[in-house]
């Protein structure tokens, strides 16, 4: 059985999940980190944003560390370490675009499911590379029908992923971000400077970023920890504003999730079923 647990968030109220074996036990002892993700440019008239490759890199070359280093601060020993890809699951039903940087360069479509750029640990290891894009295929999918509870690996994927790093652990993170160009958000400013003389809101044009971060064992294939949130923050340059909350309450090595947690679902639960009455 999988728990949801609810808690306050800027923009979206952030979504966590873990299974009542956790509260027992953690089995969490050598964690793979690999992330991917995709910064896109938003564009007007009901275009598909353009997916900015330089952005892409340097918010997923933020945030990959960033976990990393977390992770060894609650006592873990992080045996790999790596980006894996910029738009790694490219969905077949998107027409996607990719710029190379704000403002110019090179402008190319991705074929079906063609990731934008594939980092060079993943390019020396294509099984392991496949693996990956598999549970990040799935991943992708469950989280955009927001059907947490489908998410389950295969075990021969998990399986590709302890042989090649030694890990006992796997925690995939996925980072998803809208970033407006200056010039779009200097007009935007300018509109609603123009509109409020009038009495009239203007558009609002604000940087957003979605992380979530999947943690599964690699030995039994459990999911250990899913966490979804959405902030309005730069997804280039985001601070603290997405892995100290995504993994706050994630336990320090050898320790098993607080029972507190337990309480806090039975309250989010009263707090819904009061709603729909």
Same mark, same amino acid.
């Given at each position: ?49 353009l997916l900015g490759l330089a952005e892409s890199k340097q918010a997923l ?63 020396k290891d294509p099984q392991l590379s496949q693996a990956l894009r598999s ?46 160009? $200056? ?6 400013? %300018?509109? !609603? @400077?123009?509109?409020?003389? *009038?009495?009239?809101?203007?558009? #609002? =044009? ?13 030995? $039994? ?6 966490? %979804?949130? !959405? @902030?309005?923050?730069?997804? *280039?340059?985001?601070?603290?504003? #997405? =892995? ?8 320090d090595k050898d320790k098993p999730l607080d029972a507190k947690f337990k309480?806090?679902?039975?309250? !989010? ?9």
């Amino acid at each position: 059985m999988v728990l949801a647990i609810l808690a306050s968030g800027c923009v979206r109220v952030p979504d966590l999940r873990a299974p009542d074996s956790f509260f027992t036990e953690n089995p969490a002892k050598k964690v793979a980190v690999f992330s991917s993700g995709r910064v896109d440019w938003p564009r007007m008239a009901g275009k598909e944003a353009l997916l900015g490759l330089a952005e892409s890199k340097q918010a997923l070359e933020t945030i990959t560390p960033a976990i990393c280093s977390a992770l060894k601060a609650k006592g873990y020993d992080v045996v790999l370490c790596e980006p894996a890809g910029i738009a790694y699951y490219n969905p077949s039903y998107k027409e996607t675009w990719v710029v190379e940087r704000e403002g110019g360069g090179r402008e190319w479509q991705l074929k079906d499911k063609e990731p934008a750029y594939l980092y060079p640990a993943l390019q020396k290891d294509p099984q392991l590379s496949q693996a990956l894009r598999s549970i990040h295929e799935k991943m992708e999918l469950d989280l955009s029908k927001r059907q947490w509870a489908r998410f389950v690996p295969e075990k021969d994927d998990l399986q590709v992923v302890m042989k090649a790093t030694g890990a006992d652990t796997i925690c995939l993170s996925r980072i998803h971000g809208g970033k407006f160009s $200056t010039a779009r958000k200097a007009g935007a400013l %300018a509109t !609603t @400077v123009a509109l409020a003389m *009038v009495g009239v809101s203007g558009p #609002l =044009v604000s940087d957003w970023t979605e992380l979530s971060l999947s943690c599964a064992s690699l030995v $039994t294939g459990e999911v250990l920890w899913q966490y %979804a949130r !959405t @902030v309005s923050v730069d997804p *280039v340059v985001p601070g603290d504003a #997405l =892995v100290p909350p995504a993994l706050e309450y994630f336990p320090d090595k050898d320790k098993p999730l607080d029972a507190k947690f337990k309480r806090e679902k039975r309250k !989010t639960n009263e707090q819904d079923i009061a709603k729909q009455r």
